[in-house]
């Protein structure tokens, strides 16, 4: 039988990189996002034979509640792998010039949203054998990142979720992990100025001329891997592992280099 993977936030990014590439490799895919029109698109790319697709607001969980219903009319019953990667950071800069909405949207998507998955497909990988869930936690869950205080306050509790859940669901067998992705070219660098007050945007440029940036298929690998691992963390790339570890080792060095990296900008 066919091993299936349920998405969320497939509709783009690393979300709809990662349906391409287990599509590819023969598992059927659930695809779902706010964005119809956006998963039509990957429906149409993958084949309509292969997946399923479904509208999904991560924040209600109604629609949580009918879109794992339908996920498992089309997977038997069963999920392999429940990517919960749904995440957004519309908006970047200095903590006080973000509106408290948009605050509070950050984190009923990031976390709330994460939270409503990990509650309502527990049952169908409960009754998968091997079963992993999978959430996209970002490196800025394991290392301090200014400019998007609130975006990396909602990674650090997936990573606080997952730690938790890793320990609940072995009784399960449940294995629960996470990605950590650097910096990806994803929609999330398109992030907007929220005011005339806001010095510099966290967008592409700004991002481009400070670090490096992963394409999306380096991530869908990394997510491929994380099935198949058993570790709990999976920081992406050079600068994200290199992060990670001296996070834990000397976090002060950690803090200095965030630091400097951002002194011209949100620091000033």
């Given at each position: 039988m066919k091993k299936s993977i349920?998405?969320?936030?497939?509709?783009?990014?690393i979300g709809r990189a990662t349906a391409i590439?287990?599509?590819k490799k023969g598992w059927n895919v659930g695809l779902f996002d706010i964005n119809q029109e956006g998963l039509e698109?990957?429906?149409k790319e993958i084949g309509h034979n292969t997946c399923m697709y479904q509208k999904l607001d991560v924040t209600n969980i109604e629609e949580w509640k009918s879109a794992e219903e339908n996920f498992s009319n089309f997977s038997g019953g069963k999920c392999?792998?429940?990517?919960?990667?749904?995440?957004i950071a519309n908006f970047a800069g200095k903590f006080e010039d973000v509106p408290i909405e948009e605050m509070n949207k950050i984190i009923d998507v990031n976390f709330k949203g994460v939270v409503n998955g990990c509650l309502i497909m527990l049952n169908l990988l409960k009754n998968t054998n091997?079963?992993?869930?999978?959430?996209t936690c970002s490196i800025a869950g394991l290392v301090p990142a200014p400019g998007i205080s609130v975006y990396g306050a909602t990674k650090f509790a997936v990573r606080g979720l997952t730690e938790s859940l890793r320990i609940e669901f072995e009784r399960y067998n449940v294995r629960v992990s996470e990605i950590?992705?650097?910096?990806?070219?994803?929609p999330i660098l398109n992030a907007t100025k929220v005011s005339e007050n806001m010095e510099s945007p966290w967008d592409r440029d700004f991002v481009n001329e400070r670090t490096k940036i992963y394409p999306v298929e380096e991530v869908a690998t990394s997510v491929w891997q994380s099935y198949s691992n058993k570790k709990i963390h999976n920081p992406l790339g050079f600068e994200g592992k290199?992060?990670?570890?001296?996070?834990?080792?000397?976090?002060?060095?950690?803090?200095f280099l965030s630091k400097r990296m951002f002194r011209d900008t949100f620091l000033d």
């Open positions: 349920f998405i969320t936030g497939a509709a783009s990014g590439l287990f599509a698109s990957v429906a392999d792998l429940f990517f919960n990667n749904a995440g091997n079963s992993v869930l999978l959430n950590n992705p650097w910096f990806t070219e994803t290199f992060a990670s570890f001296f996070m834990n080792l000397c976090p002060s060095l950690i803090r």
